[in-house]
């Protein structure tokens, strides 16, 4: 094997072609047509054949790479990738639109707003327009946030919502948390009908909570925008291998001065309740019936942005009923129990199998009239107990003694009808 080391190399007598039976080391650029064999180095341009490249080199070209295999962030799932159940807002089990804060619309988004604002904000399930970015990248649902009319702008003041992460999602996602050379990402889409900047923040709760402040930067009136934020690990991370809250998503539409200030953005610090935001501009607070929209959310553990991991409705109402079922049949139609079996003089009871198992064994609650068939019903012996995280009891209570025998049909009645079963962080 020979080595030829030169600083330049010219074809001479109008040749095309220079061909090279050892290793070439080549100080300065090659530009060719194409190359033949192995290269070493960095490939800009047309690299037909570009097998067997060693070291860290970066091939910059407009078609196509075939591979076995694509690590391209360096420990990033090509499935699986976003920790954030329902960022593309399509299930929305309990409705579509509503003036009540909580877990009200769109799964896994909870809201807040101050008990002092002049008029309740509303926040529903919306479709993104044809012909937007975010349509065209696939999206068919946001989350929206309309203001009310506030006729004045109190101190304490605010509106946001939130996402809460297990905190065992958090421990388990390959993230390297405690160091900083170790990243998540996350990247959304935000459209408000004012210009403005918005702010946000991640926030821990395991050990001594850590807060990481954030801007959507400027935003120009009714367009859509991407917001990507690369996050750094931090020694004083912790997220235990539970499923308690470990990390929440916050975002906010206003924030009062109460819990404003100088506040370096872009960084960890230890959680302080009084200073998590910088100063919020006033304007879409201040205007009636502003309005603020997301979809899109995403949150990844490496250093950069990979396209919205789109997942089925199916799958993602799956996941969504890790922490809230809705029992239904739709509107009036009746929810019939065969089977019931007789507990007590006046009880008949049911169990429930739940379609997945949920985060913890969840409150249940009933909307509708109850009724055992054939006989003399009593509301207020309608309750749910023996409650585990697939299942349940329904005691279904009658004001006349029910006979002996094996087997009832209990029946939840009335326009609408249903059963909510929450396990929700």
């Given at each position: 094997?020979?080595?030829?080391?030169?600083?330049?190399?010219?074809?001479?007598?109008?040749?095309?072609?220079?061909?090279?039976?050892?290793?070439?080391?080549?100080?300065?650029?090659?530009?060719?047509?194409?190359?033949?064999?192995?290269?070493?180095?960095?490939?800009?341009?047309?690299?037909?054949?570009?097998?067997?490249?060693?070291?860290?080199?970066?091939i910059n070209t407009t078609g196509i790479i075939t591979a076995t295999t694509l690590n391209y962030t360096g420990n990033q799932n090509l499935s699986h990738r976003n920790i954030i159940i329902n960022g593309a807002m399509m299930v929305a089990q309990r409705g579509v639109t509503s003036n009540s804060t909580g877990y009200q619309t769109v799964d896994r988004i909870t809201t807040t707003t101050s008990g002092g604002i002049d008029n309740a904000c509303t926040y529903a399930q919306v479709d993104v327009s044809s012909g937007t970015t975010p349509y065209t990248n696939g999206f068919r649902k946001a989350f929206?946030?309309?203001?009310?009319?506030?006729?004045?702008?109190?101190?304490?003041?605010?509106?946001?919502?939130?996402?809460?992460?297990?905190?065992?999602?958090?421990?388990?996602?390959?993230?390297?948390?405690?160091?900083?050379?170790?990243?998540?990402?996350?990247?959304?889409?935000?459209?408000?009908?004012?210009?403005?900047?918005?702010?946000?923040?991640?926030?821990?709760?395991?050990?001594?909570?850590?807060?990481?402040?954030?801007?959507?930067?400027?935003?120009?009136?009714?367009?859509?925008?991407?917001?990507?934020?690369?996050?750094?690990?931090?020694?004083?991370?912790?997220?235990?291998?539970?499923?308690?809250?470990?990390?929440?998503?916050?975002?906010?539409?206003?924030?009062?001065?109460?819990?404003?200030?100088?506040?370096?953005?872009?960084?960890?610090?230890?959680?302080?309740?009084?200073?998590?935001?910088?100063?919020?501009?006033?304007?879409?607070?201040?205007?009636?019936?502003?309005?603020?929209?997301?979809?899109?959310?995403?949150?990844?553990?490496?250093?950069?942005?990979?396209?919205?991991?789109?997942?089925?409705?199916?799958?993602?109402?799956?996941?969504?009923?890790?922490?809230?079922?809705?029992?239904?049949?739709?509107?009036?139609?009746?929810?019939?129990?065969?089977?019931?079996?007789?507990?007590?003089?006046?009880?008949?009871?049911?169990?429930?199998?739940?379609?997945?198992?949920?985060?913890?064994?969840?409150?249940?609650?009933?909307?509708?009239?109850?009724?055992?068939?054939?006989?003399?019903?009593?509301?207020?012996?309608?309750?749910?107990?023996?409650?585990?995280?697939?299942?349940?009891?329904?005691?279904?209570?009658?004001?006349?003694?029910?006979?002996?025998?094996?087997?009832?049909?209990?029946?939840?009645?009335?326009?609408?009808?249903?059963?909510?079963?929450?396990?929700?962080?």
């Amino acid at each position: 094997m020979s080595i030829l080391n030169v600083n330049k190399i010219n074809p001479v007598g109008g040749g095309s072609t220079i061909t090279i039976a050892g290793i070439a080391s080549v100080t300065s650029s090659v530009t060719a047509p194409s190359f033949v064999g192995d290269v070493t180095g960095n490939v800009t341009g047309n690299a037909d054949t570009a097998s067997g490249l060693s070291g860290n080199p970066s091939i910059n070209t407009t078609g196509i790479i075939t591979a076995t295999t694509l690590n391209y962030t360096g420990n990033q799932n090509l499935s699986h990738r976003n920790i954030i159940i329902n960022g593309a807002m399509m299930v929305a089990q309990r409705g579509v639109t509503s003036n009540s804060t909580g877990y009200q619309t769109v799964d896994r988004i909870t809201t807040t707003t101050s008990g002092g604002i002049d008029n309740a904000c509303t926040y529903a399930q919306v479709d993104v327009s044809s012909g937007t970015t975010p349509y065209t990248n696939g999206f068919r649902k946001a989350f929206k946030i309309t203001n009310g009319d506030q006729s004045s702008i109190a101190t304490n003041d605010y509106v946001y919502f939130t996402y809460n992460f297990e905190s065992q999602d958090i421990a388990n996602s390959g993230w390297n948390y405690t160091s900083t050379s170790s990243f998540i990402t996350l990247s959304f889409w935000v459209k408000s009908s004012v210009a403005q900047e918005f702010h946000g923040y991640l926030k821990t709760n395991d050990g001594t909570a850590q807060l990481y402040s954030f801007s959507t930067g400027s935003l120009t009136a009714d367009t859509w925008t991407k917001v990507t934020k690369t996050i750094p690990g931090n020694s004083n991370l912790q997220f235990d291998n539970n499923t308690d809250t470990g990390l929440l998503l916050r975002i906010a539409g206003y924030m009062g001065t109460y819990r404003t200030g100088s506040l370096t953005q872009n960084q960890w610090a230890a959680y302080n309740g009084s200073l998590r935001y910088p100063n919020f501009t006033n304007t879409w607070f201040d205007t009636n019936d502003a309005t603020l929209e997301f979809t899109g959310l995403q949150l990844e553990v490496g250093p950069v942005a990979t396209p919205f991991e789109h997942r089925s409705f199916a799958d993602e109402l799956r996941r969504c009923q890790r922490y809230y079922i809705r029992l239904t049949r739709g509107g009036g139609n009746a929810m019939h129990f065969p089977g019931s079996t007789k507990q007590q003089q006046y009880v008949s009871c049911s169990r429930v199998e739940l379609p997945t198992t949920m985060r913890a064994a969840p409150s249940v609650s009933f909307t509708g009239t109850r009724d055992i068939l054939n006989y003399s019903n009593d509301n207020s012996g309608f309750s749910g107990d023996i409650i585990d995280t697939d299942s349940f009891n329904i005691r279904w209570g009658s004001s006349t003694t029910i006979g002996d025998g094996t087997g009832y049909t209990a029946a939840l009645t009335g326009n609408p009808n249903y059963i909510e079963c929450s396990a929700e962080l």
